[in-house]
């Protein structure tokens, strides 16, 4: 009979997320209380306070920038249930033993690319990264320290064409939101077999392929954070567009 249904019930469909209105003074609180009680039973205690002023606020941003994206990066895709970082840290390899992370992150990723959690997306394409930490927050993104297989790729495509990274790193809203890559565990000589006069010399010494503009606190509390957030990722794209060709992720005009 229609509208009678047998065996497990169906489950009801997710609740719509609340629109990004900023953060909360208590996210960035909580943080900070955290850093200095970064325990178990601390955290189970409050964790009410991490669901409400933080990983709610961080599913309705991640929710609208994806949003925002599918109009301009339609391969870059933001999801409230697989963009967020865990803040449990994993210290099974680790002398520092602290369960939790102090800061909060997202990851918006190439659609083709899986992988366990927002965690096990990083090494394998570029992306757009955003952290909300006390005095910490960021935006930027594109592919940090990439395993060996994957930075062969990289250095390959500017071996063969430094001058089409040198042009993304050049334009003027590059420029401007970021200056420059970052220079974290760049190599002091090129790499192995490599001159140093060889085109794209230079480029060759990065490890990473990243930038980051910092985000002031009272600027995570507006709700025209996407809009800060939308225009870095914009001046960025380029950038992960180039890192992703020479991985053999192609761009789109629509999702």
Do not use: C
């Not at 469909?13 to 629109?19: I, N, Q, R």
């Amino acid at each position: 009979m229609i509208g009678l249904h047998f065996g497990m019930p169906r489950s009801a469909p997710p609740a719509p997320l609340d629109d990004f209105n900023g953060f909360p003074p208590d996210a960035l609180r909580f943080l900070r209380a955290l850093a200095r009680h970064n325990a178990r039973d601390w955290f189970e205690e409050h964790r009410g306070r991490y669901d409400a002023a933080v990983l709610a606020p961080m599913r309705a941003l991640v929710e609208e920038m994806d949003a925002r994206l599918a109009t301009f990066a339609p391969e870059i895709t933001g999801s409230p249930k697989r963009s967020i970082f865990r803040i449990h840290r994993d210290i099974r390899f680790s002398n520092d033993k602290t369960p939790y992370k102090t800061h909060a992150a997202a990851l918006f990723y190439h659609r083709d690319v899986g992988g366990a959690g927002a965690a096990g997306r990083t090494m394998q394409a570029a992306g757009f990264y955003f952290q909300i930490q006390p005095g910490n927050s960021f935006i930027g993104g594109g592919i940090w320290m990439p395993p060996t297989p994957t930075l062969k790729l990289l250095r390959v495509e500017i071996a063969e064409d430094p001058d089409a990274l040198r042009a993304v790193l050049g334009a003027a809203p590059f420029r401007r939101e970021f200056g420059e890559l970052d220079r974290e565990r760049m190599l002091v000589r090129t790499p192995r077999g490599v001159a140093v006069d060889a085109p794209g010399a230079e480029l060759l010494r990065f490890r990473s392929f990243t930038a980051w503009q910092p985000i002031a606190d009272r600027a995570l509390a507006s709700a025209a954070l996407p809009d800060q957030l939308e225009r870095a990722m914009r001046a960025l794209l380029p950038l992960i567009r180039w890192a992703n060709g020479a991985l053999g992720l192609k761009a789109a005009d629509r999702r």
